[in-house]
């Protein structure tokens, strides 16, 4: 059941990423903030009230969902400090943390034949993520090795308070509290990012579009996610999930019309043959 939830969470997010992608609307993290908020407030928190969400419970697990949102949010200024077409191999080694936490506190142990699809998963994540860069980018943004490794750190940590989370409720108890807890950092990036109050950008009627639409589907991808976690190891779900690069290099070449590399060939090779492993072996 979780090998589906989290395929599924990670189709659900890679379509979106392709939608913002086509989008094209240049948001700051604070607009990128906004959007979401107001995304998961008026269509999402209400459909999972509606479905029916245990609220006694949701109440212990209120620090995990800040946790969850806040990490969410933060992402999107740690990826504004630098290149993100150099930052974003790095950020896609989220799983790597997450299953370092996994292992270590929650005593998870995968087999060998998983542990072999988790290892291809997250080099076949990497190399997808990878894109030609010029020599004078990668000079000028010396710090994209400590701005990416951030940004894998705060979705690694985000995914594991997830697992924590589902083991006290449910998945979609759990993302209900994360769309709600996403207001209280908005709040505060609405009044200390002053400069992120770019509005004239949402201007673009068509791009912006394409752009709600795309952080729609993100958004309710977390909810497949954390119902994979609710029913899968963390040091599973996580490589699985990681696997919306794949869906996002896909959707792009036959949408957008963008070339693959060799090396991200060779990724979606990787990423193919490590989810079967761990699918397979689960």
């Not at 779900?237 to 060939?265: C, D, G, N, R, W």
Request: aromatic share 12%; glycine share 8%; proline share 2%.
């Amino acid at each position: 059941m979780w090998f589906i939830y989290a395929l599924l969470g990670a189709v659900i997010t890679g379509i979106g990423q392709v939608l913002v992608k086509r989008g094209q609307v240049k948001l700051t993290p604070l607009l990128d903030n906004l959007l979401a908020t107001i995304i998961v407030t008026l269509i999402l928190v209400p459909f999972l009230f509606i479905r029916g969400v245990d609220i006694e419970a949701g109440k212990t697990i209120l620090i995990y969902a800040l946790i969850a949102a806040t990490m969410y949010a933060t992402f999107y200024y740690i990826i504004s400090f630098g290149n993100v077409s150099l930052m974003v191999s790095l950020i896609n080694t989220f799983p790597v943390v997450t299953i370092i936490l996994a292992v270590g506190i929650l005593r998870e142990l995968p087999s060998l034949y998983q542990w072999f699809g988790i290892i291809l998963v997250v080099l076949g994540a990497i190399c997808i993520s990878r894109e030609k860069i010029k020599k004078r980018a990668i000079n000028r943004k010396r710090l994209w090795v400590i701005w990416g490794l951030l940004g894998s750190l705060a979705i690694g940590i985000a995914e594991f308070v997830t697992k924590l989370a589902t083991l006290r409720v449910d998945g979609f108890t759990f993302t209900f509290f994360v769309y709600l807890m996403y207001i209280p950092p908005l709040i505060v990036f609405m009044f200390f990012d002053k400069g992120g109050r770019k509005f004239k950008n949402l201007k673009n009627k068509q791009g912006l579009a394409y752009t709600i639409i795309g952080i729609f589907f993100i958004e309710a991808g977390l909810i497949a996610i954390a119902l994979a976690y609710q029913y899968g190891l963390a040091s599973l779900v996580s490589p699985v999930v990681a696997t919306h690069m794949l869906i996002t290099a896909v959707l792009a070449v036959i949408f957008l019309k963008e070339k693959l590399s060799a090396i991200q060939k060779i990724g979606i090779l990787l990423s193919l043959i490590g989810v079967s492993v761990i699918g397979i072996w689960s």
